[in-house]
Nanobody, 121 residues
Framework: QVQVVESGGGLVQSGGSLRLSCAASGTIFRINVMEWYRQTPGNERELVARITGGGSTNYADNVNGRFTISRDDTKKTVDLQMNTLKPEDTAVYYC???????????????WGQGTQVTVSS
């Protein structure tokens, strides 16, 4: 089993910055893709940023240039640096990872419990 825990959310003023962190633990041979999603009440969860095992990154258009995703495979963590935050970035942010328990085992995905980010105007 794998546990995924996010941290770093909070309240920040518009234009400010926050850094979210996500740590995976448990039976992990390798972590492939690591992602950050966000969700607001009444809306579907949306992909914010993705980083592959090789380090390639993708961003949603509305955060590109403001957010940066990074990973540390030795620590099994993925961070999301969020700059120039806007009120519309207010959401619960979720970490999503794809892991393999052992070599040759199928890939399984896990979600964290989410962390609230609130940007005041």
């Amino acid at each position: 089993q794998v546990q995924v825990v996010e941290s770093g959310g909070g309240l920040v003023q518009s234009g400010g910055s926050l850094r979210l962190s996500c740590a995976a633990s448990g039976t992990i041979f390798r972590i492939n893709v690591m992602e950050w999603y966000r969700q607001t009440p009444g809306n579907e969860r949306e992909l914010v940023a993705r980083i592959t095992g090789g380090g390639s990154t993708n961003y949603a258009d509305n955060v590109n240039g403001r957010f940066t995703i990074s990973r540390d495979d030795t620590k099994k963590t993925v961070d999301l640096q969020m700059n120039t935050l806007k009120p519309e970035d207010t959401a619960v942010y979720y970490c999503h990872v794809y892991t393999m328990a052992h070599w040759g085992f199928p890939e399984v995905d896990y979600w964290g419990q989410g962390t609230q980010v609130t940007v005041s105007s």
